[in-house]
């Protein structure tokens, strides 16, 4: 793990809305990561299939998506906001 309070995060894109979703992602994901040492603080699915992007959080400090509270189920991301890296 990072030092100097620092945090490491994943994050993976989902652009199919009829055969991805955060629970098949998390159901597939938790149970691989939990078993590793070196598994990422914060997991996250950012769906950008829509016109409206919106992440979800899959495992955060070992708390899989399903055992998450529902205010931090959904974030809502701009994608005009964004700036291109490439």
Not at 71 to 86: E, F, H, K, Q
Request: proline residues 8%; aromatic residues 8%.
């Amino acid at each position: 793990m990072p030092d100097e309070g620092g945090r490491v995060v994943l994050v993976l894109e989902e652009n199919d809305i009829q055969l991805t979703s955060p629970s098949i992602v998390a159901d597939a994901f938790v149970p691989l990561a939990k078993e590793r040492d070196d598994r990422p603080d914060e997991t996250y699915l950012v769906i950008t299939c829509m016109d409206s992007w919106h992440a979800c959080p899959i495992l955060i400090d070992g708390r899989p998506y399903f055992d998450l509270p529902d205010a931090v189920s959904l974030w809502w991301i701009d994608r005009n906001a964004l700036t291109s890296l490439t």
